[in-house]
């Protein structure tokens, strides 16, 4: 027997089109993609007489990529500057993704934010102007969660 998804299981799927992106209190009205990740950090442990590895768990580390559609340089101006002066500004972005189909939201709070690269001009012709800019983050705490 296959099993199809019905009307309600397919109103939960949650679609990007309904994200948005705060950056230190600046909704980031053209935002076309985030994607927020942790690694863990783990050092493999062996022992004499196993031959299994062990993994000891010594932290994590964060990194992302902001892609929006560029129509002003506040962003990569922020960055620049920070790169020119060696002054790392306090960097703090919101992510909220919302399902309006349920009225379920997640929520989070991303900080300590360091960018890592910029792209200082760039342009096609006839094209969108489509700005991609990754990060390393240390900070990071749920605001609020989708539960079923």
């Not at 199809?4 to 992106?21: D, I, P, Y």
């Not at 997640?106 to 200082?120: L, M, N, P």
Request: hydrophobic content about 35%; some cysteine; overall charge negative.
């Amino acid at each position: 027997m296959i099993k199809k998804l019905n009307q309600q299981a397919l109103n939960r799927l949650l679609r990007g089109s309904h994200g948005t992106v705060w950056l230190n209190g600046k909704e980031m009205i053209t935002t076309q993609k985030i994607e927020l990740k942790m690694a863990g950090d783990f050092e493999t442990v062996q022992v004499c007489g196993d031959n299994t590895d062990y993994s000891l768990y010594n932290g994590w580390n964060g990194s992302g990529t902001l892609e929006y559609l560029k129509y002003d340089s506040e962003v990569s101006k922020l960055i620049v500057e920070a790169f020119v002066s060696g002054v790392m500004p306090e960097i703090e972005m919101i992510c909220l993704l919302e399902n309006p189909a349920t009225g379920k939201r997640e929520r989070c709070r991303v900080s300590d934010i360091t960018f890592t690269e910029a792209t200082v001009l760039a342009f096609e012709k006839k094209a969108f102007i489509n700005d991609s800019v990754p990060f390393n983050f240390s900070s990071f705490e749920y605001l609020e969660n989708i539960e079923y």
